[in-house]
């Protein structure tokens, strides 16, 4: 694999992280609601998706899912349904006030490391994604070592970005404006991921 194929696959993923999806919308609200530390692990857990999903393709899961029709749909489905779940939780405590950090239990970092995998390891589309990119650029006599390296940066690329993420939305600033509109921003991220749910299970 030459280095320029490498650095494309880099690209395209890093580009396809920063793009808003589901994933976007958990942790800018987690970031929000529960601070730093708790969206920092839920970044983790959207880079160990990103890297399951990725050495699923390397595996030949997005082939699997073209001779298994039903399987993939399956998946689709589970994953829709995971991510309206979070959108219906999300839409019944819209209205609930937000409590002071110091007085908030905070989620442990394994609870909020398995919320980012499940939240990104329901999207199937993403082996689907990675299988197109590799199908292109990753030969299939690629080393050990450089799909390993590709597997790595994929890990750092979502992880980075959502910490990145994580940053922002966590400032004081941040969590002022999101409690004041609370409610409204809570409604609108759920219909946001309802939409999510409902594209990745009907298309």
């Known amino acids: 694999m030459t280095l320029t194929a490498f650095l494309t696959v880099v690209l395209i993923h890093l580009a396809a992280a920063i793009s808003p999806g589901p994933s976007f919308v958990v942790a800018a609200r987690t970031a929000a609601s529960e601070g730093f530390a708790t969206a920092a692990a839920l970044a983790l857990g959207f880079g160990l998706g990103a890297a399951l999903w990725a050495a699923a393709a390397m595996a030949g899961l997005a082939l ?96 980075l970005w959502y910490i990145t993420v994580a940053r922002l939305f966590s400032l004081t600033r941040a969590r002022a404006a999101y409690i004041k509109a609370k409610a409204w921003i809570d409604r609108s991220f759920g219909l946001l991921i309802a939409g999510f749910g409902l594209k990745i299970a009907l298309t």
Do not use: C, Y
């Open 64 to 159: 699997l899912f073209q001779l298994v029709p039903a399987l993939f749909a399956a998946l689709k489905i589970i994953g829709g349904a995971f991510l309206i779940w979070i959108a219906i939780q999300m839409w019944r405590h819209a209205r609930a006030p937000l409590p002071d950090r110091s007085d908030l239990a905070p989620r442990s970092s394994l609870s909020a490391i398995r919320l980012g995998f499940l939240t990104f390891a329901t999207n199937s589309k993403t082996a689907v994604f990675f299988g197109a990119v590799f199908v292109g650029l990753v030969p299939v006599d690629t080393s050990f070592a450089a799909r390993a390296a590709l597997l790595a940066v994929i890990f750092l690329n979502e992880t």
